[in-house]
């Protein structure tokens, strides 16, 4: 098992910017990977974006060239997502998931709202 520590979001103008962090804790040396999802109002969950243990990552077309998902490099289990050109669109609740190996539960943040004020 895992558990997730969410920071950062708030209200910020259109253009602004913001930096999410996910602390995980727990079986770390299991994990698969990291990642962000987020939930508009209305909208099914949504990929935002994920890093796998070997560091490799995957932006959702719709965030790619602001959105930027990055590691801790001394510390492999905190991920950063740094919102740049902020929209109105990105508004929603972000939520960071742990996949880990051999393990099919779904491990979940409470969540962090993001608004964008246009």
């Known amino acids: 098992q895992v558990q997730l520590v969410e920071s950062g979001g708030g209200l910020v103008q259109a253009g602004g910017s913001l930096i999410l962090s996910c602390a995980v804790s727990?079986?770390?040396?299991?994990?698969?990977?990291i990642g962000w999802y987020r939930q508009a109002p209305g909208k099914q969950l949504e990929l935002v974006a994920t890093?796998?243990?070997?560091?490799?990552?995957?932006h959702a077309d719709s965030v790619k060239g602001r959105f930027t998902l990055s590691r801790d490099n001394s510390k492999n289990t905190v991920i950063y997502l740094r919102l740049n050109s902020l929209k109105h669109e990105d508004t929603a609740v972000y939520y960071c998931?742990?996949?880990?190996?051999?393990?099919?539960?779904?491990?979940w943040g409470q969540g962090t709202q993001v608004t964008v004020s246009s």
């Open positions: 998931n742990v996949d880990l190996f051999g393990d099919p539960t779904a491990y």
């Open positions: 727990g079986s770390t040396c299991s994990i698969n990977a």
């Open positions: 890093i796998t243990s070997g560091g490799s990552t995957k």
